[in-house]
């Protein structure tokens, strides 16, 4: 225990040319704390993970991990601090070398940073496998002799072979069938329990999120909109366009999902390299007024815990024309 968050983010900005892909975020992950970062595709959540494990390094703004800046760190200090934590990717498949076994695979990150001879490496293998739900004997194998489940569940055994403090899943599960997306979801979970990492997740199904996400920041081209604790934020969006993802969320109990409200986005994600002025979302917006598009919302904290970033939300409450007309 550090008593620093796992993962804090400052004006965290990454440019490609004239794409904004991530515009100024600021978001701290707590330690033990799992955080879902939910957007719909070229949202920019995908670029978030990748500078938040330095695979990528941002135009400006900073990354720091377990109280330690990344930005400029190189060689000895940086590979110090990636044992501390791992990405985890959403297609197994391509980020398994097929021609090495699964042994070879999970142990990688122990041969990287020189742990252990080999057969205490073959051990704790066999353990990870255990803990992941995996058969030892599967150790042996390649990757593609593998269901898509077992693959995923051997990216996480590697993750966790170095015990991390932090990791980030990008779309970990969205490759696999419901069932069985469900059931590493679940492992998932209880490992995070048991194991006591905090984890930056991140998906475009809120659905996933709902279940998994001690809070969730929701992303729209390149910026946050509304942040909070899942269980708020799921049953209470502020922001127009969290209620349209909710709305857009599968949810398990069909009484509740008549209890939603549906909002219609209409059109495209507009082109990143020329977002809308004023608030991004406007063009999308179905309560857009004029100042939307002159005036960009900052993101301000509407109720204890809750940021949202819309110029009508001001106090936690959601905007009067979009509060769900309910029969009472
Ligand atoms: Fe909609 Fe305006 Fe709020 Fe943006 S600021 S979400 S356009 S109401
Ligand atoms: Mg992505």
Redesign the pocket.
């Known amino acids: 225990m550090t008593g620093s968050p796992a993962l804090e983010l400052s004006g965290l900005t990454r440019h490609f040319g004239a794409v904004r892909a991530v515009d100024g975020i600021d978001l701290v992950v707590a330690e033990g704390e799992i955080l879902g970062l939910v957007g719909e595709s070229g949202s920019g959540k995908s670029t978030v993970g990748r500078l938040a494990v330095a695979l990528d390094r941002p135009s400006a703004g900073t990354v720091r991990v377990l109280g330690t800046e990344l930005t400029g760190l190189r060689g000895g200090r940086l590979r110090a601090l990636r044992r501390r934590f791992h990405l985890v990717f959403q297609d197994p498949a391509s980020s398994l070398d097929p021609r090495q076994t699964c042994a070879t695979i999970v142990t990688e990150p122990l041969r990287h940073h020189g742990i252990g001879t080999r057969a205490e490496r073959r051990a704790r293998a066999a353990e990870l496998c255990g803990r992941v739900g995996l058969r030892e004997d599967l150790l042996d194998r390649y990757p593609h002799e593998l269901s898509g489940g077992q693959r995923q569940r051997l990216s996480l055994a590697r993750a966790l072979i170095l015990d991390p403090d932090l990791i980030v899943a990008d779309e970990p599960t969205s490759a696999l069938d419901v069932s069985v997306q469900a059931s590493v979801l679940n492992l998932l979970k209880e490992l995070q329990r048991e194991l006591g990492f905090a984890a930056l997740f991140i998906t475009h199904d809120l659905g996933v999120v709902e279940y998994l996400a001690d809070r969730v920041a929701v992303m729209y081209l390149g910026q946050l909109v509304e942040v909070g604790p899942t269980a708020e934020l799921t049953a209470d969006p502020l ?3 969290s209620q349209a993802l909710t709305a857009a969320a599968p949810v398990p109990d069909p009484v509740e999902q008549r209890s939603r409200e549906r909002i219609e986005i209409s059109a495209d994600l507009p082109d990143p390299a020329d977002p809308p002025s004023g ?1 991004r ?2 063009t999308r ?1 179905p ?3 004029a100042r ?1 598009a002159t005036e960009v ?1 900052e993101l301000r904290e509407v109720a204890p815990g809750r940021f949202v970033r ?3 939300v001001t106090d936690g409450a959601a ?1 009067v024309a979009l509060t769900p007309a309910r029969a009472t």
């Open positions: 922001h127009p366009y608030c979302f406007r917006c309560i857009a007024v939307c919302p819309c110029h009508l905007p």
